[in-house]
């Protein structure tokens, strides 16, 4: 990637932590960059590119800090009932008060991708890559004989990220349900896959 893009791009991304991909304009990210306006247009189509890839990127960061979590987990188990353990812990972490600007971000960022295919097909590689990582974990815990065999790897990785998406849910209900139950509702369901 050119110097100047990926400046830009990381530039965006700070600007979009801090204040939300509405929350700033083109100009905040030209004089924070102090990139040129005719820089920016050479490498975007527009604002809204910028915005878009951006916010790919940021998905990025999280699918990374995901796959890194999910193959040190696999690493460091040493029996079926280690990794139960390990993945309960997991969970319980994934719902714990404080990550749930990250999880909304997350399923926010999935929402915007319905308004734009470039957006939407970018977003995609991202989601296929966690779900390919995730899916060769599951197929590595099925050579261990950690979990049934009789089950495609791809489904027991949607499951994982479609249970993390219940959390976003759980943040905006009136009344919760507490990570201790949400936990052991998974832990439960986990326990018929391994």
Request: charged letters at 25%; hydrophobic letters at 45%; proline letters at 2%.
């Given at each position: 990637?050119?110097?100047?893009k990926?400046?830009?791009l990381?530039?965006?991304?700070?600007?979009?932590?801090?204040?939300?991909p509405?929350?700033?304009?083109?100009e905040?990210?030209l004089?924070?960059?102090?990139?040129?306006k005719g820089?920016?247009?050479?490498?975007?189509?527009?604002?809204?590119?910028?915005?878009?890839?951006a916010q790919?990127?940021?998905?990025s960061?999280y699918?990374?800090e995901?796959i890194?979590?999910?193959?040190?987990?696999?690493?460091?188990?040493t029996?079926?009932?280690d990794?139960?353990?390990?993945f309960?812990?997991?969970?319980?972490?994934a719902?714990?008060?404080?990550r749930?600007v990250?999880?909304a971000?997350r399923?926010?960022?999935?929402g915007?991708?319905?308004h734009?295919?470039?957006?939407?097909?970018?977003?995609?590689?991202?989601?296929?890559r966690?779900?390919?990582?995730?899916?060769?974990?599951a197929?590595?815990m099925?050579?261990?004989?950690?979990?049934n065999k009789?089950?495609?790897?791809?489904?027991?990785?949607t499951?994982?990220?479609?249970?993390?998406?219940?959390?976003?849910?759980?943040?905006?209900?009136?009344?919760p349900?507490?990570?201790?139950?949400?936990?052991?509702?998974?832990?439960?369901?986990?326990?018929?896959?391994?």
């Amino acid at each position: 990637m050119h110097p100047t893009k990926a400046l830009l791009l990381e530039t965006a991304v700070s600007l979009i932590d801090e204040f939300g991909p509405q929350g700033f304009t083109v100009e905040t990210l030209l004089e924070t960059s102090k990139i040129s306006k005719g820089s920016l247009y050479h490498h975007f189509h527009d604002f809204s590119d910028v915005i878009e890839q951006a916010q790919v990127a940021r998905f990025s960061r999280y699918v990374d800090e995901d796959i890194a979590l999910l193959v040190d987990l696999l690493r460091s188990s040493t029996s079926r009932e280690d990794l139960q353990k390990k993945f309960a812990l997991i969970v319980q972490g994934a719902g714990m008060p404080g990550r749930e600007v990250a999880r909304a971000d997350r399923a926010a960022i999935l929402g915007m991708a319905r308004h734009s295919k470039k957006f939407a097909d970018g977003l995609a590689v991202e989601q296929q890559r966690v779900t390919d990582v995730l899916a060769d974990i599951a197929r590595e815990m099925q050579e261990r004989g950690w979990i049934n065999k009789d089950i495609d790897g791809a489904v027991v990785a949607t499951f994982v990220q479609a249970y993390s998406m219940g959390f976003v849910l759980n943040d905006n209900t009136t009344n919760p349900i507490s990570i201790e139950q949400w936990s052991s509702f998974i832990s439960m369901m986990l326990s018929k896959i391994l």
